[in-house]
């Protein structure tokens, strides 16, 4: 590509960009096609010959492009919101233009300094102690992983890493039924073992049972287990339940326990004051992770995680071969030595663009709006004496579910709901998913990417409402 082609092709792809910001609500929210019809349209062997840019990007349009799912939808209300915004989208153009590899402050100063500087923002922004240092890594799943593995070296003096286990250990790890599955991979990766993982129990408002913890630890003390971690949640991913962060820090501290506070998605909501107070007893915590990829505008992939001693998460993971050393890796940070890869993106830059061009005002502003419309449809379900909430709403989410009345059974409802799910997301128009809560069939509707606005929220409860009052039952 000569450099007057890639001149034109930016100007010509910046131009679709800008048209599918502003028209993403006009494809299907959800892409109709079938297992391998996008495969097969694809040639079984890659060109000999190089071919043209206009070319392949028309195929991006014709083939590609009915496949994706439109997770900027304003009616995109499915799973947790993934995000995007103007100024992460023009900081990611960036990025990929420099291509650094950023694994260590040598091989990009720049990158190092600033994620260092956006970690303290992002801590202070959450109102939490300045204890905590932070490291972008590339998913909540990973930064749970890394923090169990850094309290299995720091309990063994760092024996594993070098002589693997002796058999001796009996670990345990307590996290809540409702905690997020990548505890449940960090357990088996870790080594640990899914046996020593013990699901506590939560109360009606599904938030972990802290006088369960304390029994369960107890009972594993005297059966000559070593309770090694709790893992709490700060708005969990079937109903954003926050477990109660304080007692079971008291818990953590009383026992001498590794603290991780899963925060992926509900983090996002401590930007705002009126809502630093639910996560009391955070600041006891070892460690903590945050999505900003999730519902703070920032592009995938963008993980934060705060650790209060930085000392055992290093020497867990640092490793330094000769050609990796440099005359100053004593005076700065080598984020390569902070968790598992070797290469890393320069994710700080978006952050940093985000963070700059919405300003904490603007992006409280965006969440609280979130928050209200999620409450006025919450609202809707509680007036309607045919629909029922199963959970309470915490932030944006809200679970709720068909309830027609009459003596109708469990599994009726469920299945009830199971058709109405499938009728919503078969029009295009809207995308829910699904958990169940009390073996409950539940409809999850969470609105927080940045182009949700109050009337898709409104048109969805239309959809919804309708929908279900039509269905024969
Ligand atoms: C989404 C989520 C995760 C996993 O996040 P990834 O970044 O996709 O690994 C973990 N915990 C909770 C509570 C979540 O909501």
Known sequence: MTSSEFRQSLHEFSEWIADYFE????????????????????????????????????????????????????????????????????????????????????????????????????????????????VIQDSASTATLVSLLTAREKATDFSINSHGFSGQERFRVYASTQAHSSVDKAIRISG??????????????????????????????????????????????????????????????????????????????????????????????DTIVFNPHKWLFTNFDCTVYLVKNKEVLINTFSIMPEYLKTPEDRMVNNYRDWGIPLGRRFRALKLWFVIRNYGLLGLQEKLRNHITWANWFAQQVLVSKDFELLAPLSFNLVCFRYHPGGTMKEEQLNEINKTLLTLLNQSGEIFLTHTSLNGKFTLRLVGGNSSVTEDSIKNAWNLISVTARNLNH
């Open 23 to 134: 028209e993403t609500g006009k494809y299907p929210v959800i892409s109709n096609v079938k297992p391998g019809d996008i495969k097969n349209k694809l040639p079984l062997d890659p060109p000999f010959s190089g071919e043209p840019i206009e070319e392949i990007f028309r195929d991006f349009e014709q083939q590609i492009l009915p496949g994706i799912t439109h997770w900027q939808h304003p009616s995109f209300f499915a799973y947790f919101p993934a995000s995007r915004s103007e100024p992460s989208v023009l900081a990611e153009m960036l990025t990929a233009a420099l291509g650094a590899q950023c694994m260590v402050w040598y091989t990009s100063p720049a990158a190092e300094e600033l994620e260092e500087r956006m970690m303290d923002w992002i801590r202070d922004m959450m109102g939490l102690p300045q204890n905590f240092s932070g």
């Open 192 to 285: 640990i073992g899914y046996d020593n993982l013990i699901k506590i129990p939560v109360n009606e408002n599904f938030e972990m049972d802290a006088g369960a913890l304390e029994k369960s630890i107890l009972r594993d003390l005297e059966a000559g287990y070593k309770p090694l971690a709790v893992v709490a949640t700060f708005g969990t991913t079937s109903s954003t339940a926050i477990d109660p962060l304080a007692e079971i820090g008291r818990i953590t501290q009383k026992y001498n326990i590794w603290y991780h506070v899963d925060a992926a998605f509900g983090g996002a909501a401590l930007i705002l004051p009126e809502y630093q107070q639910l996560a009391k007893g955070i600041e006891i915590a």
